[in-house]
């Protein structure tokens, strides 16, 4: 066993709680629920404690990132906690100039477009003493979260690129996917860098504490089938291989990428997160039946009636059941106008779907 011996997973404390369970392909007794984005701005406890405080540099203190992984958990009663970070955290660990602008997200101090650009970019690499805030806050986390499991992300080399090489968010991530077909070496060199660094994130945090990753590849669905093949899955595979050797179920997710299911699966994950627009029945049909899934509440039905969303709920319990193994989450991230109080009735629901 590659982790240590007071990871919750080798001291026994989460290697048995229903989200692992259900990772590894079984059904246990309660149907396990968390929401990405569960940590944040629908709930005021959050909105508190980051007064005042930048996205990023909140992210960077250990205290501040655990409590506000911990606030979920506490109120809604998830069977995981999400680890309070963002993708493009080992960005800024790395020595990219990256911030999150309120009301846009992440802007970079300039784009990356240029083969003299990729190489500044790539001789900065992400080092274990720069990790230390991260390693902190999941220690403290887990220590909190006792047989509740902690799961750790990082963003998708791809995703990563939609932001270095747009130097913002953007809408069909236009100047990434140009870099890839106008100058693939340059493409390479930028997603190889971009797969070690998040995947020293993605291990650094499993090794201090976490019990399962997520990776995030949020924008791929803009991708063709044969472009993500050939452009993205090689560094996905990469970014991957930096927890390959731990004992850490991986679950691969992005948006609109129904085209990509089988393909995303294949860059190694173990569990496929769903986006809201493909019902978990046909997911399961694409990829076989023989893959674990995760989702996927439509995010637009939580502001519905109740007797509308709780239908909504049932039915995405059903069709999960088609699947090998189930973990009820929604098809994209909490949107923040959210009544936290709706987020508690899906668990409570899901939990008395399950008995
Ligand atoms: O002002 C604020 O409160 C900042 C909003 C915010 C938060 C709460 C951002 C900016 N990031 C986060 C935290 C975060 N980001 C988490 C942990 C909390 C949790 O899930 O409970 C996670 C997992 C992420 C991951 C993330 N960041 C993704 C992948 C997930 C997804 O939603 O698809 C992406 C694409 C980002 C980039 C990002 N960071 C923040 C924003 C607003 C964005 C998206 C911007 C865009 O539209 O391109």
Known sequence: MNLPSTHPLVDGRTTNAPLIRAFRGE???ITPVWFMRQAGRSLPEYLKLREGIG?????LRPELASEITLQPVRRHGVDAGIFFSDIVIPLRLAGVDVDIVPGVGPV???A?????QVDRLVSSPLTDEAMAPIREAVALTVAELGSTPLIGFAGAPFTLAAYLVEGRPSRDHLAART????DPASWARLTEWAADVTGAFLRGQVLAGASATQLFDSWAGSLSRADYIKHVAPSSERAL???K???VSVVHFGTGTEHLLTAMHDVGADVM???YRTPLDKANRLLGGTVPLQGNIDPALLAAPWPVLEAHVRDVVVRGRSAPAHVVNLGHGVPPETDPAVLTKIVELVHSLSA
């Open 27 to 29: 059904r246990p007794e």
């Open 55 to 59: 996205m990023l540099d909140a992210c």
């Open 108 to 110: 970079l101090g300039e």
């Open 112 to 116: 990356v477009r240029t083969p003299a």
């Open 179 to 182: 870099m890839m077909h106008a």
């Open 241 to 243: 291989s930096h927890v």
């Open 245 to 247: 050797d731990l004992p």
């Open 273 to 275: 997160g769903v986006d």
